[in-house]
């Protein structure tokens, strides 16, 4: 390349040593029209020739070879490839980062890609980092990223390759902690978890409670498993979780104390929130009971074992006094 610029760079060195041949021939003629006709051709012939090979110092003329430069075209692709936007982010490496694990029919990185990009993070799929990624990469669906989310995705957390978005782990894992962020998240997991081909409204019971427990992976509730067992043992009375009882329930979380006293029916609740409310107190009931009655018994055990015990003791001085006469 460099070779090609040289040569095309100065092309008046071409044009003047075809200039030169042109002179020499014209002197030529001059020369032999004097000296006399029968020499002409001899004279004019050998003058061109040495004129075309050689200079006027007897240096020979360097061959000279106009080639079509390449610069222009291999200089687009070297800007392009050192693309570097204002964070210092190479959109190359970026783009080269998601050509690694998308799928060879569709543009995006699908399931096989997606457990390919979380080995090479050293995540589990199903954890909640992941969870955080795709909130930040803005993905509307589990197991995929299109090329559109990965590129801008990158671009929001200011990383261009494996270690530049594992180094951004902690910092999205505190700022995911933050009441607006965090609230943003937990709208985003709910649309997250439908299947869009689907055409879902509603997440499925079972993901739906896997997608809580996620979510709530820093920030857990106390009243949350007792949500998820409440679920978990009404499958047949619930058959999805609507986005208006998703998005209620972290409201609930944040103004219902664990003890369930301050819940009033009476309020804008969505009616599985009163359904779940007379369950827990009944299991809690239950539970009061259990404790007391078995609380009874070990008081009765450890009676009945003092009684014992006593009665072992006052036989054993009897045999005493009689072994003693």
Same mark, same amino acid.
């Given at each position: 390349?460099?070779?090609?610029?040289?040569?095309?760079?100065?092309?008046?060195?071409?044009?003047?040593?075809?200039?030169?041949?042109?002179?020499?021939?014209?002197?030529?003629?001059?020369?032999?029209?004097?000296?006399?006709?029968?020499?002409?051709?001899?004279?004019?012939?050998?003058?061109?020739?040495?004129?075309?090979?050689?200079?006027?110092?007897?240096?020979?003329?360097?061959?000279?070879?106009?080639?079509?430069?390449?610069?222009?075209?291999?200089?687009?692709?070297?800007?392009k490839?050192?693309?570097?936007?204002?964070?210092?982010?190479?959109?190359?490496?970026?783009?080269?980062?998601?050509?690694?694990?998308?799928?060879?029919?569709?543009?995006?990185?699908?399931?096989?890609?997606?457990?390919?990009?979380?080995?090479?993070?050293?995540?589990?799929?199903?954890?909640?980092?992941?969870?955080?990624?795709?909130?930040?990469?803005?993905?509307?669906?589990?197991?995929?990223?299109?090329?559109?989310e990965?590129?801008?995705?990158?671009? %929001?957390?200011? @990383?261009?390759?494996? *270690?530049?978005? $594992? !180094?951004?782990f902690?910092?999205?894992?505190?700022?995911?902690?933050? =009441?607006?962020?965090?609230?943003?998240?937990?709208?985003?997991?709910?649309?997250?978890?439908?299947?869009?081909?689907?055409?879902?409204?509603?997440?499925?019971?079972?993901?739906?409670?896997?997608?809580?427990?996620?979510?709530?992976?820093?920030n857990?509730?106390?009243?949350l498993e007792?949500?998820?067992?409440?679920?978990?043992?009404?499958?047949?009375?619930?058959?999805?979780?609507?986005?208006?009882?998703?998005?209620?329930?972290?409201?609930?979380?944040?103004?219902i104390?664990?003890?369930?006293?301050?819940?009033?029916?009476?309020?804008?609740?969505?009616?599985?929130?009163?359904?779940?409310?007379?369950?827990?107190?009944?299991?809690?009931?239950?539970?009061? %009971?259990?404790? @007391?009655?078995?609380? *009874?018994?070990? $008081? !009765?055990?450890?009676?009945?074992?003092?009684?014992?015990?006593?009665? =072992?003791?006052?036989?054993?001085?009897?045999?005493?006094?009689?072994?003693?006469?």
């Amino acid at each position: 390349m460099g070779q090609c610029v040289t040569k095309c760079k100065n092309p008046a060195s071409t044009l003047g040593s075809k200039s030169g041949d042109k002179d020499s021939s014209s002197k030529s003629s001059k020369k032999s029209g004097t000296a006399g006709g029968g020499s002409h051709k001899e004279e004019l012939s050998a003058p061109c020739s040495k004129a075309t090979s050689e200079l006027s110092n007897g240096t020979k003329t360097p061959d000279v070879t106009v080639e079509t430069p390449i610069l222009p075209s291999l200089m687009g692709e070297s800007l392009k490839d050192d693309r570097v936007n204002g964070d210092g982010l190479s959109m190359w490496r970026i783009e080269e980062l998601f050509c690694c694990y998308k799928d060879e029919q569709e543009d995006a990185i699908l399931e096989e890609g997606m457990e390919r990009f979380c080995n090479d993070l050293c995540v589990d799929p199903a954890e909640f980092r992941v969870l955080v990624l795709a909130w930040r990469f803005q993905a509307a669906t589990m197991c995929k990223f299109t090329r559109k989310e990965f590129v801008e995705g990158c671009k %929001a957390i200011k @990383a261009d390759s494996i *270690e530049g978005i $594992c !180094s951004r782990f902690p910092c999205m894992l505190v700022e995911a902690q933050g =009441e607006e962020n965090f609230k943003d998240l937990y709208r985003f997991t709910f649309q997250f978890g439908l299947d869009a081909d689907e055409g879902q409204r509603s997440l499925q019971r079972d993901i739906a409670i896997a997608l809580w427990r996620l979510v709530f992976t820093q920030n857990k509730p106390e009243i949350l498993e007792h949500w998820l067992d409440f679920l978990a043992e009404n499958p047949s009375g619930i058959r999805g979780i609507s986005r208006d009882t998703w998005n209620m329930f972290l409201n609930f979380t944040q103004a219902i104390g664990p003890d369930l006293n301050n819940y009033s029916e009476d309020e804008a609740w969505p009616s599985l929130f009163d359904t779940f409310v007379e369950w827990e107190l009944e299991r809690r009931k239950r539970d009061q %009971a259990l404790f @007391a009655k078995q609380e *009874e018994e070990k $008081c !009765s055990t450890t009676e009945a074992s003092s009684t014992t015990d006593g009665l =072992e003791t006052e036989g054993g001085r009897g045999s005493q006094t009689w072994g003693g006469h």
